[in-house]
């Protein structure tokens, strides 16, 4: 018998109904033979409304988080009585469910006294969400005879103590599973692991970052040695382009991991970025297919790419993004300027998506997220001072009005001409390209563009991909 690993998303679980068709998914895998492993993210929306709990109790709004709160109780309770009888096994899941949410509320009662949450208090409160759909997942499954059992990934995920983006310990990781997981699910147990999160060695909760639910499924599907794994989600697969940017995005039907990789990097939510980490080695076939489309194949990751007859597969974008110049004809002279400017970004905590430096070193760009972009800023300037007091740096400037646009394809690497003809095409939309990167990969080509001009660059862009 193999072990297939299942990732469900927010929306596969976002209801009874869309639950229903889970238990469908794991049972037919069952009577195909094959011990489904689950994980699943929180009800869709119950992520963001538990850090909007959370924020709520800061400002000292009780009555807003107990509404709230209420909200994600009644939502629960609704949809476990859609899912399971009245009886005793449903009063016993309902029980838990409810003091979940008390343990939610007993927090915020302490961060409302406190009027501050630490990022650890926020990990502890925003990883109910996943908490709670296991046990309702797992409640579903029980009710038509599966034998299940809801487990917190806590108990497996060693990670370290970077509360909302922690990174796992793997050895640790890998031999907890392997004992503790392993033998579950070699007696006929189907289990139901929460995404998103983990606890550091010393047992406190920690999160994986958004959308990390997804690595949670790599991380299991790699140490229960799944002959593959699936990420179930609520489109047929990954798609050529985002299909609410542009309604014409056709499914993709194999794409490679560095592709893959791109994709999810420059913005395709499909996939987080970190998710094909943990089985690249292992070269694990990956599956992406929709929840609400079962029988359609998805999406075959694969480690090598295949030729598709467009060179560019796929266009992705991303949004919230900062452009910080560093500039000044003083530049030339000034040794390992770069170095210092990563450097100082990299104090601020600014991830750098992208970089680019004209060859008479007159001025370098960079894109940040906006939420680091002032602090990256700074750092810069305090620590180019001196080059700034010489004129030898002119500018250190931000502009937050902008966006990447990626386009990606293996078959970029032996084709020429392909950046002309993505350039070409935004010359003749008239659009402004203010940067341009190409990725170390040589699978993918970015470039940053006004917000306004966003959506006609990715619509004209995709033009090329289907
Ligand atoms: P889940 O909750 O299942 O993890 P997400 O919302 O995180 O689902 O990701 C699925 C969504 O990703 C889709 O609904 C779609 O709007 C968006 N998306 C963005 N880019 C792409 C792409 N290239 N292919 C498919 N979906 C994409
Ligand atoms: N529930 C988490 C989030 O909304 C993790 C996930 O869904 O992957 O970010
Ligand atoms: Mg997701």
Redesign the pocket.
């Known amino acids: 018998m193999s072990i297939i690993t299942m990732k469900f998303?927010?929306t596969s679980v976002g209801s009874a109904e869309a639950i229903s068709n889970v238990i469908h998914i794991a049972k037919r895998e069952r009577s195909a033979g094959n011990w489904p492993v689950l994980v699943v993210?929180?009800m869709s929306g119950v992520?963001d409304s538990l850090i909007n709990i959370i924020g709520l109790a800061v400002n000292g709004d009780k009555w807003g988080y107990l509404s709230e709160a209420q909200k994600l109780r009644d939502r629960h309770d609704e949809a476990l009585n859609a899912l399971t009888s009245p009886g005793k096994a449903r009063d016993a899941v309902s029980l838990t469910l409810n003091k979940l949410i008390d343990e939610v509320v007993e927090i915020c009662h302490a961060v409302n006294i406190l009027s501050e949450a630490s990022p650890k208090i926020r990990d502890a409160v925003v990883s109910h969400?996943?908490r709670l759909s296991a046990r309702l997942v797992a409640a579903g499954l029980a009710e038509q005879g599966v034998d299940s059992r809801a487990l917190d990934a806590t108990q497996f995920i060693v990670t370290d103590d970077k509360f909302g983006a922690a990174a796992p310990f793997w050895s640790e990781t890998r031999s907890r599973i392997e004992s503790g997981l392993l033998p579950l699910i070699e007696s006929g147990v189907t289990p139901v692991l929460t995404?998103?999160i983990g606890a550091t060695p010393a047992g406190a909760v920690t999160t994986l970052g958004?959308?990390?639910?997804?690595f949670s499924g790599a991380i299991f599907a790699a140490y229960t040695a799944s002959t593959e794994l699936v990420i179930w989600t609520d489109v047929d697969g990954v798609m050529t382009t985002d299909p609410r940017i542009d309604r014409r995005a056709k499914v993709i039907p194999q794409v490679s991991y560095t592709e893959v990789g791109e994709l999810a990097y420059y913005g395709a939510k499909v996939l987080h970025p970190k998710t094909v980490q943990p089985i690249l080695d292992i070269e694990m076939p990956l599956r992406v297919r929709n929840t609400f489309n079962y029988d359609h194949p998805g999406t075959l990751v694969t480690p090598h790419s295949e030729p598709s007859t467009t060179v560019i597969k796929a266009v992705t974008a991303v949004r919230n993004v900062s452009m910080l110049t560093v500039g000044g004809r003083g530049m030339i002279g000034v040794p390992g300027i770069a170095g210092r400017v990563f450097t100082a970004a990299a104090r601020a905590n600014a991830n750098i998506l992208m970089i680019s430096q004209s060859s008479s070193e007159q001025a370098m760009c960079m894109v940040v997220t906006d939420e680091r972009a002032a602090a990256a800023k700074l750092a810069i300037e305090e620590d180019l001072d001196a080059e700034v007091a010489r004129n030898n740096v002119e500018e250190i400037s931000i502009r937050d009005d902008i966006a990447i646009v990626t386009a990606v394809g293996a078959g970029m690497r032996g084709t020429p001409g392909v950046a002309g003809r993505v350039f070409q095409a935004m010359g003749a939309e008239e659009i402004n390209v203010l940067m341009i990167a190409q990725g170390s990969s040589e699978c993918s080509i970015s470039f940053v563009v006004t917000e306004t001009d966003l959506k006609r660059a990715v619509m004209c862009l995709h033009e090329l991909a289907i």
């Open positions: 998303g927010g993210s929180a992520t969400g996943e995404g998103f958004r959308g990390g639910s997804d």
